[in-house]
């Protein structure tokens, strides 16, 4: 932006240079042409991106053009040396416009570049970060799990074992016990949203369905879930990515809508699968949330569905409410027969 103004200046200051000096140049045509010229290519490169070819192209066109009137102009007689100048500086502003040309166009590969680099390293992340919460999930359920139940047995046992007139002792067991067993099922529930172990077993309409029946029994928000020629398995990727991208629609839901009911629905149509979370809360905020410090659940969501190459959107539905959709590609074959259209309330 800065460069862009700087050029505009430069070109205002010339074109009043020019005017201030239109009394003096004989003819004064020229170099008004010139200042014009060199706006149009300068315009060209700032403006359109003109790559340093074009500009070239565009600039040697000019400064030939300009040569071939001034040819014909000086065979009528006219005085040939102010032409002969304004060429010049028409060939110069030519050339600074290829210099801009090629210093932008190597600020637009580098950007593009870091980029890709970017998208890359997010794509890694999230993939490191599924990995590194399906070993936290595994370790939570399998090694605190199991220690957590020797150790409800054990208190189980002492609670029988003790004798009768240590009471105190034994209802001390108990209450032990008690907080072991509740502890375990809060164990399993973050192991659970961690990596549902269903998602690698019975695949995404399964695990859905079993978060969305949590997801109801937790927030007392009414689900209506329908999915529409999902094939039985999807590539890993897409279906880690989806859930993902439903469980974090759905927090939202709960955290920021004040929603009765929510909407879950997944469509797959030949290569694509459509995915929507509608609720009917209170809307997204008149600036969708630009005014105040936002999470990052909204950017992990577009960085999911981009690392899948789809689109994302988020909006208030007609009725109130939010609605967020999400399109990825999906690969035609590969998965299993689509089950048939499925719903749940
Ligand atoms: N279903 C929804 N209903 C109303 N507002 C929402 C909904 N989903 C997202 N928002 C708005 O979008 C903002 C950004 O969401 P997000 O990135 O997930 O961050 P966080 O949930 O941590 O605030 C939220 O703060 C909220 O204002
Ligand atoms: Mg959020």
Same mark, same amino acid.
């Given at each position: 932006?800065?460069?862009?103004?700087?050029?505009?200046?430069?070109?205002?200051?010339?074109?009043?240079?020019?005017?201030?000096?239109?009394?003096?140049?004989?003819? /004064?045509?020229?170099?008004?042409?010139?200042?014009?010229?060199?706006?149009?290519?300068?315009?060209?490169?700032?403006?359109?991106?003109?790559?340093?070819?074009?500009?070239?192209? *565009?600039?040697?066109?000019?400064?030939? +053009?300009?040569?071939?009137?001034?040819?014909?102009?000086?065979?009528?007689?006219?005085?040939?040396? !102010?032409?002969?100048? /304004?060429?010049?500086?028409?060939?110069?502003?030519?050339? #600074?416009?290829?210099?801009?040309?090629?210093?932008?166009? =190597?600020?637009? &590969?580098?950007?593009?570049?870091?980029?890709?680099?970017?998208?890359?390293?997010?794509?890694?992340?999230?993939?490191?970060?599924?990995?590194?919460?399906?070993?936290?999930?595994?370790?939570?359920?399998?090694?605190?799990?199991?220690?957590?139940?020797? *150790?409800?047995?054990?208190?189980?046992?002492?609670?029988?074992?003790? !004798? !009768?007139?240590?009471?105190?002792?034994?209802?001390?067991?108990?209450?032990?016990?008690?907080?072991?067993?509740? /502890?375990? $099922?809060?164990?399993?529930?973050?192991?659970?949203?961690?990596?549902?172990?269903?998602?690698?077993?019975?695949?995404?309409?399964?695990?859905?369905?079993?978060? #969305?029946?949590?997801?109801?029994?937790?927030?007392?928000?009414?689900?209506?879930?329908?999915?529409?020629?999902?094939?039985?398995?999807?590539?890993?990727?897409?279906?880690?990515?989806?859930?993902?991208?439903?469980?974090?629609?759905? &927090?939202?839901?709960? =955290?920021?809508?004040?929603?009765? =009911?929510?909407?879950?629905?997944?469509?797959?149509?030949?290569?694509?699968?459509?995915?929507? *979370?509608?609720?009917? $809360?209170? +809307?997204?905020?008149?600036?969708?949330?630009?005014?105040?410090?936002?999470?990052?659940?909204?950017?992990?969501?577009?960085?999911?569905?981009?690392?899948?190459? $789809?689109?994302?959107?988020?909006?208030?539905?007609?009725?109130?409410?939010?609605?967020?959709?999400?399109?990825?590609?999906?690969?035609?074959?590969?998965?299993?027969?689509? /089950?048939?259209? $499925?719903?749940?309330?």
């Amino acid at each position: 932006d800065g460069l862009g103004l700087l050029f505009a200046l430069g070109l205002a200051s010339n074109l009043l240079l020019y005017v201030y000096l239109l009394p003096y140049a004989v003819p /004064t045509y020229p170099s008004l042409m010139s200042s014009a010229f060199t706006t149009l290519l300068i315009a060209g490169v700032v403006l359109f991106s003109w790559s340093a070819r074009r500009t070239t192209l *565009v600039g040697v066109l000019i400064c030939a +053009g300009f040569a071939l009137v001034g040819a014909k102009l000086g065979q009528q007689g006219l005085p040939m040396a !102010p032409f002969v100048s /304004t060429l010049c500086w028409v060939a110069i502003g030519a050339a #600074l416009a290829v210099a801009c040309a090629r210093v932008l166009g =190597r600020f637009r &590969t580098g950007l593009i570049q870091r980029q890709d680099e970017l998208a890359a390293l997010s794509t890694r992340l999230i993939s490191v970060q599924e990995e590194q919460l399906r070993r936290l999930s595994r370790e939570l359920h399998d090694e605190l799990g199991q220690s957590l139940t020797a *150790v409800s047995s054990y208190l189980w046992l002492l609670e029988r074992k003790l !004798p !009768p007139d240590l009471g105190e002792l034994r209802t001390r067991a108990g209450e032990a016990r008690h907080l072991v067993a509740k /502890t375990l $099922g809060e164990m399993r529930e973050l192991s659970q949203l961690l990596r549902p172990p269903g998602l690698d077993l019975y695949g995404l309409a399964g695990s859905l369905e079993a978060h #969305l029946e949590a997801f109801r029994g937790r927030h007392q928000i009414a689900t209506k879930y329908t999915a529409e020629g999902l094939p039985e398995r999807l590539p890993e990727e897409i279906e880690t990515a989806v859930y993902r991208i439903i469980q974090e629609a759905l &927090t939202n839901v709960a =955290r920021h809508a004040h929603a009765k =009911r929510v909407w879950v629905g997944l469509t797959a149509r030949g290569d694509e699968l459509r995915l929507e *979370v509608r609720d009917d $809360g209170v +809307g997204l905020p008149a600036d969708n949330g630009a005014s105040r410090p936002s999470g990052i659940g909204l950017i992990g969501i577009r960085e999911r569905v981009r690392a899948l190459g $789809g689109t994302v959107s988020l909006s208030s539905g007609p009725g109130g409410g939010a609605c967020l959709r999400a399109s990825v590609p999906m690969p035609r074959e590969g998965g299993g027969a689509p /089950t048939a259209s $499925g719903a749940n309330s």
